[in-house]
């Protein structure tokens, strides 16, 4: 597994709003040149800390970046995020600046995800390329990724954990806001990517990309690896898969297809947690019924606010 790590780094401006540190464009040079040194210093760092730094690059917010590590078994991997997290909060630090990981920094915006990338092996054997089903999945790959699809709305309850995580969970913005999947579907919520050129095949990975940092890494893996596994023994299989943005089809094409909107607050998210026996077996009742207390506790808080309130009190908590 390994997530891909995205932050906004800036300030608050004098109105309380977000302030970014550059002005370079979307997934260009400019903002790299901008921030070069704060780029150069945090690649070192990380690297100094034995991570495999795979880019670190602009992405589509104003003053948003972000960076991917090599995968590495569950654990590890939620290790790094919090690794990368806290040296990049050091970095921003460090250059006069400040680093938010909240799911939206600026309310209207694209916000910050943590998209989990995972692949599935046996015996050196990717799981996800080496059978003779659709792109190449064997059956247990195929079943493991159907089970995570069916639960995915219980997923998002443990994955989207903040009030503010729905202002991201929005259609086309590439925060995966429609249960379904497909092939290098980039506004899927799980995507099946196949590997390009000499890594057709052995690259095969999936992305869930519902998801966002101000979840606790550690459940996160757990509840996928739970829900995948549970679907070994059900033998599912994906259905149809979606190749454009589901917002863009009619609804009766999602219909069709079985398409359905992802919860679109936490109150619901947290309900179809409460009532997912598989996660509920994982979790166990002890941190099951603190987890749902707390995302209770926290949905009653922010109740009435609104976009902007929910913003402004979440940017600098996560």
């Avoid at 054997?125 to 995915?152: C, I, K, P, Q």
């Avoid at 509840?223 to 917002?247: K, N, Q």
């Avoid at 077996?281 to 995302?295: H, Q």
Wanted: with cysteine.
């Amino acid at each position: 597994m390994g997530f891909e790590v995205e932050w906004a780094v800036g300030s608050e401006d004098e109105d309380g709003g977000f302030l970014p540190a550059c002005h370079g464009p979307a997934y260009g040079m400019g903002r790299l040149v901008e921030l070069s040194d704060y780029v150069a210093d945090l690649h070192d760092a990380l690297t100094a800390e034995g991570l495999t730094v795979l880019q670190i690059h602009p992405e589509y917010a104003p003053g948003q970046f972000e960076c991917s590590v090599a995968p590495a078994h569950p654990v590890a991997a939620a290790d790094a995020v919090v690794l990368v997290r806290e040296t990049i909060r050091a970095l921003s630090l460090a250059h006069g600046m400040r680093s938010s990981f909240a799911p939206v920094v600026s309310a209207g915006g694209v916000g910050n995800g943590a998209h989990l990338h995972l692949s599935l092996c046996r015996n050196g054997r990717n799981l996800f390329s080496s059978g003779d089903g659709r792109y190449g999945l064997t059956g247990e790959g195929e079943s493991f990724l159907s089970a995570v699809l069916a639960h995915l709305p219980a997923l998002v309850g443990v994955g989207a954990p903040s009030p503010a995580s729905y202002l991201r969970l929005v259609p086309s913005h590439w925060a995966g806001a429609y249960q379904c999947w497909g092939r290098e579907n980039r506004e899927a919520a799980l995507r099946l990517i196949s590997g390009a050129g000499v890594e057709q095949g052995q690259a095969a990975n999936a992305e869930v990309k519902c998801l966002d940092l101000a979840a606790n890494p550690y459940l996160v893996v757990g509840a996928v690896l739970a829900l995948g596994l549970s679907g070994f023994s059900e033998g599912g299989r994906l259905p149809e898969e979606v190749s454009v943005d589901p917002a863009l089809l009619s609804d009766d094409e999602r219909d069709r297809l079985g398409v359905a909107r992802l919860p679109s607050n936490p109150l619901v998210a947290i309900e179809h947690l409460a009532g997912c026996q598989v996660l509920a077996t994982a979790m166990g009742p002890v941190l099951l019924d603190a987890f749902l207390a707390v995302r209770r506790a926290e949905q009653a808080r922010f109740a009435e606010a609104s976009d902007s309130d929910i913003v402004a009190a979440t940017r600098w908590r996560y």
